[in-house]
């Protein structure tokens, strides 16, 4: 019978394989704190593409609702929203998804007729807007976006006062904690910026200081935040996630073969070198931790993972290499870019990961000729898959690591294939 593979690539890691991140923990659980005590606090998690934001969020959920105990402080009782943005979403089908999934968490946790009358009165204002959002009616022109603003964060206030100062027989909340994930997914039509500014300035206003907003995405929400309002950036205090540290890698890979040896009557173990090895490659990305060790873990045979299995499921054909490739970085380096010059191109800048490398060094490396090399620069840097040092004149460098460490690992890949193809 097959083994079942404890490590999950597809989805975020599971609290009880959560490593590290300490730091972003200890200011998360004071900003519940404080927003539980009348001192609202909002974050904004930014990293690239597999760092860890959604896994750092899906532990802060159940620590916020009480469901894991902090080191620091009392059990939360947080009611939590969790919304996700994408390239289509606008400030009224955003307030529509929050006051949707805010009513379904209530639901939970009171009688449900009771929740209907209170939404049905105190959210009154959403129904107009879904008639509008229908074509019903007339479109709201710009100048009303402040009304709506003002009537969500009225409601909003209005229903946190409710759960932290309830009725006779029900349960008091410490507040509402509202995740938004995939920040950077905002077009202009959602006003992000300006939304997160004026909400958290009419919630005070309006006697209200147990609600707390995370926000995440990848590091050009905060450019998107700007945009749509200089001053936006204010309201968070923001946490840039880095990548995990070697100890903290290896403690993923142990705690997931202990995982799966709770479920398997054929343990598996895993050696010193091959545990390295997946450090290694990983080079701290939450995500490639979970990929080159589940794929690890299918290549094994004999119970003892080793580093030929580690390169064995990393470099094979639909292994991890290609796994993450398809998932992160396929379209940037074959779809968007149909010269293989770029390509040269990207492949001497990753060299240097993603610190800045100077035009001079391309130039030194490439195989063609210096006017090639400035076209590929413009374009790259035109298509934003490349950044342009602003304060330093013919610098560049690739805008992600993980893209960098792919294009590494790509070209070894195609390397080993071009010689096997030639021994043969």
Not at 206 to 214: A, D, L, Q, R, T
Not at 259 to 277: F, K, L, S, Y
Not at 351 to 369: A, L, V
């Amino acid at each position: 019978m097959a083994k079942i593979n404890p490590f999950k690539p597809n989805s975020p890691v599971p609290p009880g394989m959560f490593a590290g991140r300490l730091a972003e923990i200890e200011a998360l659980e004071n900003g519940l704190h404080q927003t539980k005590h009348g001192n609202s606090s909002n974050f904004l998690i930014t990293g690239e593409r597999g760092i860890g934001k959604s896994s750092l969020i899906g532990y802060i959920k159940p620590t916020a609702q009480g469901f894991i105990k902090s080191a620091d402080y009392d059990n939360f009782n947080f009611v939590v929203v969790n919304t996700v943005i994408s390239n289509k979403s606008t400030l009224i089908s955003f307030i529509k998804l929050l006051e949707r999934n805010l009513k379904r968490e209530l639901e939970k946790i009171g009688r449900a007729e009771k929740v209907r009358a209170f939404f049905s009165d105190t959210w009154s204002f959403v129904q107009r807007l879904k008639i509008m959002d229908s074509g019903i009616g007339k479109a709201e022109p710009s100048d009303d976006l402040d009304l709506i603003i003002d009537d969500f964060a009225y409601s909003l206030a209005e229903t946190s006062k409710r759960i932290t100062n309830p009725e006779n027989g029900e349960v008091a909340r410490d507040g509402i904690m509202i995740v938004v994930d995939e920040a950077d997914n905002a077009c202009p039509d959602l006003h992000i910026g300006y939304f997160f500014k004026v909400v958290t300035e009419l919630l005070q206003q309006n006697g209200c200081e147990n609600v707390m907003f995370i926000v995440a995405g990848l590091p050009d929400v905060v450019e998107k935040l700007t945009v749509s309002h200089e001053s936006s950036m204010r309201v968070f205090t923001q946490l840039v996630i880095k990548e995990l540290k070697p100890d903290d890698r290896k403690y993923v890979v142990n705690r997931g073969l202990e995982v799966g040896n709770e479920q398997n009557d054929e343990q598996t173990i895993i050696t010193t070198d091959a545990r390295n090895m997946i450090s290694t490659l990983s080079e701290g990305y939450p995500h490639f931790i979970q990929q080159f060790s589940y794929s690890a873990f299918e290549a094994n045979t004999d119970g003892e993972i080793s580093e030929d299995d580690v390169a064995t499921g990393a470099f094979r054909q639909g292994g991890a290499l290609d796994a993450i490739g398809s998932r992160y970085y396929q379209s940037l380096y074959n779809e968007q870019i149909k010269s293989d010059e770029y390509r040269e191109v990207l492949e001497i800048m990753a060299e240097n990961m993603n610190s800045w490398i100077k035009k001079s060094d391309i130039r030194d490396k490439f195989s063609g000729n210096d006017h090639t090399v400035s076209d590929a620069l413009k374009a790259l840097t035109s298509r934003k898959i490349i950044l342009k040092n602003p304060s330093k004149l013919g610098e560049y460098r690739l805008q992600h690591k993980g893209f960098a460490l792919w294009i590494k690992l790509f070209g070894r890949r195609k390397n080993a294939t071009s010689q096997s193809t030639r021994t043969q």
